[in-house]
């Protein structure tokens, strides 16, 4: 397959000067040589198949990437420990999440994460598993914040909720979902209530208990597809 990299600047029909970071990594670590193919993508939904001339790459085609999903997927996480989170962000970013919420929910016990972490976690992940554009992480929301966001931008809503009777699959994917899964502590049956009266619908992921990261992966890839 060949190497792709993401570039901040938008790519223009001649091609872009590359960063030197890039151009590094090209030259020093992959040891590429001009004439050599690879494809720059710039968010924009469009790869562009580029050669590589030892200082810059030129582009010879521009293509939609048709990799992205036409369902786009919220995942509306409680904010975890730093490694389980960056895991998600990891993770999530591979199965085709198309933005993440951090949430701050009543028994979160971590309340903020890092932001610029986050960006390069997803940035390398799009990278690597083809995504044409870059998932947006918001800012922390508390859980109001979070159920208003679902409501503006009309997004069906799907909490995991380890109690209900309904599983997964049984859910009718829709064009835009969010995604709401709980801190390690789990939500709280008031937090339950609020959604469902956003009208949420509550699905469970099976019998067992899952840790939170597992959850929101298991649940993301479900809805995803
Ligand atoms: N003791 C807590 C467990 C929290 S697990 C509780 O009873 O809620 C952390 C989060 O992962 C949960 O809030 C839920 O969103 C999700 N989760 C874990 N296992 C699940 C399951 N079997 N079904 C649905 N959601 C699950």
Same mark, same amino acid.
């Given at each position: 397959m060949m190497q792709r =990299?993401?570039?901040?600047?938008?790519? *223009?029909?001649s091609g872009v000067t590359l960063p030197k970071e890039i151009l590094h990594q090209m030259k020093s670590v992959l040891r590429m040589k001009p004439g050599e193919k690879i494809i720059l993508f710039d968010g924009s939904g469009y790869?562009?198949?580029?050669e590589f001339d030892g200082e810059g790459a030129k582009v010879v085609e521009k293509v939609l990437n048709r990799r992205e999903s036409e369902r786009k997927i919220y995942l509306f996480q409680s904010v975890l420990k730093k490694d389980n989170m960056e895991w998600i962000f990891q993770k999530g970013t591979e199965l085709g999440i198309f933005e993440f919420v951090p949430v701050l929910s009543a028994r979160s016990i971590k309340k903020d994460f890092n932001e610029a972490r986050a960006n390069k976690i997803i940035k390398e992940a799009a990278e690597q598993s083809g995504r *044409?554009?870059?998932? +947006? #992480?918001?800012? #922390?929301?508390? =859980?109001? +914040?979070?159920?208003? =966001? #679902?409501?503006?931008e009309r997004l069906s809503g799907v909490i995991a909720d380890p109690n209900s009777k309904k599983h997964i699959s049984e859910t009718l994917k829709e064009s835009k979902m969010a995604l709401f899964v709980g801190p390690e502590g789990g939500f709280t049956e008031e937090e339950i209530s609020e959604t469902k009266e956003h009208g949420f619908k509550a699905v469970s992921l099976g019998k067992l208990q899952l840790r939170a990261e597992t959850a929101a992966i298991v649940a993301s890839a479900f809805l995803v597809s």
């Amino acid at each position: 397959m060949m190497q792709r =990299f993401y570039i901040e600047k938008e790519i *223009g029909p001649s091609g872009v000067t590359l960063p030197k970071e890039i151009l590094h990594q090209m030259k020093s670590v992959l040891r590429m040589k001009p004439g050599e193919k690879i494809i720059l993508f710039d968010g924009s939904g469009y790869d562009f198949i580029s050669e590589f001339d030892g200082e810059g790459a030129k582009v010879v085609e521009k293509v939609l990437n048709r990799r992205e999903s036409e369902r786009k997927i919220y995942l509306f996480q409680s904010v975890l420990k730093k490694d389980n989170m960056e895991w998600i962000f990891q993770k999530g970013t591979e199965l085709g999440i198309f933005e993440f919420v951090p949430v701050l929910s009543a028994r979160s016990i971590k309340k903020d994460f890092n932001e610029a972490r986050a960006n390069k976690i997803i940035k390398e992940a799009a990278e690597q598993s083809g995504r *044409g554009i870059l998932p +947006k #992480v918001h800012e #922390v929301m508390d =859980f109001k +914040k979070a159920l208003e =966001f #679902v409501q503006e931008e009309r997004l069906s809503g799907v909490i995991a909720d380890p109690n209900s009777k309904k599983h997964i699959s049984e859910t009718l994917k829709e064009s835009k979902m969010a995604l709401f899964v709980g801190p390690e502590g789990g939500f709280t049956e008031e937090e339950i209530s609020e959604t469902k009266e956003h009208g949420f619908k509550a699905v469970s992921l099976g019998k067992l208990q899952l840790r939170a990261e597992t959850a929101a992966i298991v649940a993301s890839a479900f809805l995803v597809s």
